[in-house]
């Protein structure tokens, strides 16, 4: 059985920095893409970040570029979203995602493409 479990959120001051973990289980992990999404009140989920198998290979949204992270441990089977440089409008519930089959580069961060996801950690940030 596939498990994604997040944790790590919190409330921080516009300015400040989180680190989001999602530890899975139930599944060969190495072998898939991961990726974070987002969901703040009245929006769609959006996809934030994606990493590929082997972390050779990273996508991010235009509107986190320069100031998240992705990155994974393999070996202890944890995915990881370093948020730097919070911004009010990052406030969000803040998922993980895989799925077992292939995952398209140009789809790595359409939730579509992933079917199985964390409960979420609220990411909280005050101006």
């Known amino acids: 059985q596939v498990q994604l479990a997040e944790s790590g959120g919190g409330s921080v001051q516009a300015g400040g920095s989180l680190r989001l973990s999602c530890v899975a289980s139930?599944?060969?992990?190495?072998?898939?893409?991961m990726a974070w999404f987002r969901q703040a009140p009245g929006k769609e989920r959006e996809g934030v970040a994606a990493?590929?198998?082997?972390?050779?290979?990273?996508t991010y949204a235009d509107s986190v570029k320069g100031r998240f992270t992705i990155s994974r441990d393999n070996a202890e089977r944890i995915g990881y979203l370093q948020l730097n440089s919070l911004e009010p409008e990052d406030t969000a519930v803040y998922y993980c995602?895989?799925?077992?089959?292939?995952?398209?580069?140009?789809?790595?961060?359409?939730?579509?493409?992933?079917?199985?996801w964390g409960q979420g950690t609220q990411v909280t940030v005050s101006p």
């Open positions: 990493i590929s198998s082997g972390g050779h290979m990273s």
């Open positions: 995602a895989t799925t077992l089959s292939a995952t398209l580069l140009a789809k790595s961060l359409d939730r579509t493409s992933y079917n199985f």
């Open positions: 139930g599944y060969k992990f190495s072998s898939y893409w």
